[in-house]
């Protein structure tokens, strides 16, 4: 079913408004008042000027989630077969995507658990948790995200021969790279499971939200990949700073070190990073039993800045696409 202009608008600004009557309204006892204030007003200030920016540009952010709709089945079908030609020729196929995650765990095990003992454990909000199992829940988006992210930048690069037809779609390239990157984070999850699981976190209704923040990832990624794709197709050396840059992002996140135990001035700047939301949600999933919604402004923050980069990464894609034949 194909909706209107007016309809999509309508739509959008219903969904704005919602969300703004929901910031307004939700009230945190223990929170600073003025500073629930303040971040009241920016979310709403951030709101209104994303409303004017789509009805302003609706025709051009449009056209990537419409495409990307319309093509789901072919994307569907070409992520798998991607995800197989990766792996084809070698006698064990698929079978390695998994090795990955299980001995990259083992190796953390034998390290923290055996060589360095009961040492290695931290505590989060007073829960003392194995240092293994706080990595791994650490490691599993991140894992996710760098391959994907990379992926996705080369998407145009890999299938040059695909840009060059008039025909085809190649605004579904980048998605299909992400969905691949997907498969083995499906198994990543499943490993982390099992190794909560022998700790003693056992699957609970809160280990749902698993699926919650790995569609917040998949969103995040995604809407970066479309702007990194774009533009590498113009400036190579775009790779390897996106490499550079994932090697710093991996020690600006959370993944090996707690949030909690960094100076309290420090903690508001470094949840600028959308990851930190994503990390932090895994482990509230895995062990210590808090819902998504429960951390108010930080879902709402991290879903503006996706959807801004999303929209952002829509009109840079739109902008130069119809060059990316001639470059290529």
């Known amino acids: 079913m194909k909706i ?27 929170a600073d008042m003025q500073e629930e204030l303040w971040k009241k007003v920016i979310s709403c200030a951030v709101i209104a000027l994303s409303c004017v920016l789509f009805i302003t540009l609706y025709d051009k952010i449009t056209v990537l989630p419409v495409e ?76 996710f995200f760098s391959e994907a992210l990379n ?22 390239l980048p998605i299909i790279k992400v969905i691949a990157a997907t498969f083995i984070h499906g198994f990543f999850v ?24 790995s569609f917040c990832l998949f969103m995040l990624v995604l809407g970066i990949s479309y702007s990194t794709c ?24 959370p993944i090996l070190w707690n949030l909690d135990s960094v100076n309290a001035s420090w903690i508001v700047f470094l949840k600028i990073n959308p990851l930190v939301y994503i990390v932090n949600g895994y482990r509230s999933a895995i062990y210590e039993r808090q819902w998504f919604f429960e951390d108010f402004f930080s879902t709402m923050y991290f879903w503006i800045v996706t959807v801004v980069l999303f929209g952002i990464g829509a009109l840079v894609f739109k902008r130069l696409k119809v060059h990316f034949a001639d470059v290529l």
């Open 4 to 30: 209107s202009k007016r309809g999509g608008i309508i739509i959008f600004l219903a969904v704005a408004l919602a969300m703004a009557a929901v910031i307004i309204l939700h009230q945190n006892p223990g």
């Open 151 to 172: 992926n996705g930048t080369n998407a145009l690069l890999e299938y040059t021969y695909l840009v060059k037809k008039v025909v085809f779609k190649i605004s579904i």
């Open 68 to 143: 990307l709709f319309q093509n789901r089945h072919l994307i569907w079908k070409l992520a798998k077969n991607d995800f197989k030609k990766r792996y084809a020729g070698s006698y064990m196929g698929a079978v390695w995507a998994m090795v990955q995650p299980v001995v990259t765990v083992a190796m953390y095990y034998v390290v923290f658990d055996k060589i360095m003992g009961s040492a290695a454990a931290t505590y989060r909000d007073g829960v003392q948790v194995p240092f293994v199992l706080f990595l791994t829940a650490g490691l599993v988006p991140w894992f």
């Open 230 to 253: 774009a533009v590498v197709v113009f400036f190579k050396d775009l790779s390897q700073i996106i490499n550079i840059a994932l090697q710093i992002g991996m020690w600006a996140t």
């Open 190 to 213: 499943l490993v982390l499971l099992v190794v909560a699981a022998f700790y003693g976190y056992y699957p609970t209704i809160y280990t749902l939200q698993i699926f919650y923040y």
